[in-house]
T-cell receptor
Framework: GAGVSQSPSNKVTEKGKDVELRCDPI?????LYWYRQSLGQGLEFLIY????????KSGLPSDRFSAERTGGSVSTLTIQRTQQEDSAVYLC???????????FGDGTRLSIL | AQSVTQPDIHITVSEGASLELRCNYS??????LFWYVQSPGQGLQLLLK??????LVQGIKGFEAEFKRSQSSFNLRKPSVHWSDAAEYFC???????????????FGAGTRLAVHP
């Protein structure tokens, strides 16, 4: 069975460019989460989606960050006008419902030059 | 605000030795508690979780953890470490939602485990 799939696995871009990171959750999972793992801040929650409810965006660090989830499945995390401090590994997780274990993808390593 | 403290950044043990990784949390009520493991270049794998009930929780790969409310701790243990256990270990806590269940995880800084042959 497929796990959580993230693409690309690595992304290098120049400061000021926009980037899109993709997450394919486990089929049938209604909850989807984005976390960021960086040297300075450790593992931080960014945003989560649950079914058709409004997403919890409380962890997004600035208005340059946004995410959407289309059709209750695939999610895209977008970072506009990237800064060097955005360099991190972005992890996606999904669960079959709130309260069920979160299954993580292998992450996208983002490097801002 | 909730927080998780893992006091040990790096631990080295010999293969076959016992292991205990420490985790302390700050939360008013009984939290949901988790231990995850991360191998290099990979995502997080859930080792075990505690929601309620028996305070000694068994997980995968021979790990166990004990919830101690009086010490606000949830330490991870393994009686005999294998070389393949070398990885980074994260303790995490989550709020219980009003409707039940939990959502976002708050992680500790992690403990990197090295295993000597």
């Amino acid at each position: 069975g497929a796990g959580v799939s993230q693409s690309p696995s690595n992304k290098v871009t120049e400061k000021g460019k926009d980037v899109e990171l993709r997450c394919d959750p486990i089929s049938g999972h209604t909850a989807l989460y984005w976390y960021r793992q960086s040297l300075g801040q450790g593992l931080e929650f960014l945003i989560y989606f649950q079914g058709n409810s409004a997403p919890d965006k409380s962890g997004l660090p600035s208005d340059r960050f946004s995410a959407e989830r289309t059709g209750g499945s695939v999610s895209t995390l977008t970072i506009q006008r990237t800064q060097q401090e955005d360099s991190a590994v972005y992890l996606c997780a999904s669960s079959s419902d709130l309260g069920q274990p979160q299954h993580f993808g292998d992450g996208t390593r983002l490097s801002i030059l | 605000a909730q927080s998780v403290t893992q006091p040990d950044i790096h631990i080295t043990v010999s293969e076959g030795a016992s292991l205990e990784l420490r985790c302390n949390y700050s939360y008013g009520a009984t939290p949901y508690l988790f231990w995850y493991v991360q191998s290099p270049g990979q995502g997080l794998q859930l080792l075990l979780k505690y929601f309620s009930g028996d305070t000694l929780v068994q997980g995968i790969k021979g790990f166990e953890a004990e919830f101690k409310r009086s010490q606000s701790s949830f330490n991870l243990r393994k009686p005999s470490v294998h070389w393949s256990d070398a990885a980074e270990y994260f303790c995490a806590v989550a709020n219980e939602l009003f409707s039940g269940g939990y959502n976002k995880l708050i992680f500790g800084a992690g403990t990197r485990l090295a295993v000597h042959p």
